[in-house]
């Protein structure tokens, strides 16, 4: 069966410092994607970033990269320079089954809270 | 353009009635997906459509969840005689297509049930 974990239920951070969320996961697919989205107070979910599996490098978005690690089913979210704007819940993401369709299955989230 | 719409935002229902939730996915995205989030929780999977096909409804928890899409745009889902724990918050998205496609999620509705 396919899981996502996220150990951290919340984390706090200091503006302008970096954090970094974890996720672990299992799957018995060789090709598939990763996400991270990001669920800000009463706003709508939105994707942070994505990583391909097959790719060895990792993903960056600006002040968002990952650390993908594929043999140890491990997926962190590293938010360099924290604003106070990062402040929301964090998910980590896999497809469900196949990766065709899209359908995700979460992790539980981590709530994040940058302190000014 | 528009995001993902959905309504009514907020829902009140009492344990037998049967309510009716409302997703306006992004125009000319294909695929749309139901997620069924308790609160504090990861949304989880209820149903996905492509286009008007209703591909897998496997996360439904009971024959009392029922989704549609007859045109391939607007969706509706269904809950019948609706139970207390069925008060989650209902989030939509739709993606151009599935796989690796970035998911736009709508604001979700809150359905309390009393």
């Known amino acids: 069966a396919q899981t996502v974990t996220q150990s951290q239920p919340e984390m706090s951070v200091q503006e302008a410092e970096t954090v970094t969320l974890s996720c672990t996961y299992d799957t018995s697919e060789n090709n598939y994607y990763l996400f991270w989205y990001k669920q800000p107070p009463s706003r709508q979910m939105i994707l942070v970033i994505r990583q391909e599996a097959y790719k060895q490098q990792n993903a960056t978005e600006n002040r968002f990269s990952v650390n993908f690690q594929k043999a140890a089913k491990s997926f962190s979210l590293k938010i360099s320079d924290s604003q106070l704007g990062d402040t929301a819940m964090y998910f980590c993401?896999?497809?469900?089954?196949?990766?065709?369709?899209?359908?995700?299955?979460f992790g539980q989230g981590t709530t994040l809270q940058v302190k000014p | 353009g528009a995001g993902v719409s959905q309504s009514p935002r907020y829902k009140v229902a009492k344990r037998g009635q049967d309510v009716a939730l409302r997703c306006d996915p992004i125009s000319g995205h294909v695929s749309l997906f139901w997620y069924q989030q308790a609160l504090g929780q990861g949304p989880e999977f209820l149903t996905y459509?492509?286009?008007?096909?209703?591909?897998?409804k496997s996360g439904l928890p009971s024959d009392r969840f029922f989704a549609e899409r007859p045109e391939g745009s607007v969706s509706t889902l269904k809950i019948q005689r609706t139970q207390q724990e069925d008060s989650a918050v209902y989030l939509c998205?739709?993606?151009?297509?599935?796989?690796?496609?970035?998911?736009?999620f709508g604001p979700g509705t809150r359905l309390t049930v009393t």
């Open positions: 459509f492509q286009n008007e096909a209703q591909l897998d």
């Open positions: 998205a739709s993606s151009y297509a599935g796989g690796s496609y970035e998911q736009y």
């Open positions: 993401a896999l497809p469900l089954g196949s990766s065709n369709t899209g359908k995700l299955i």
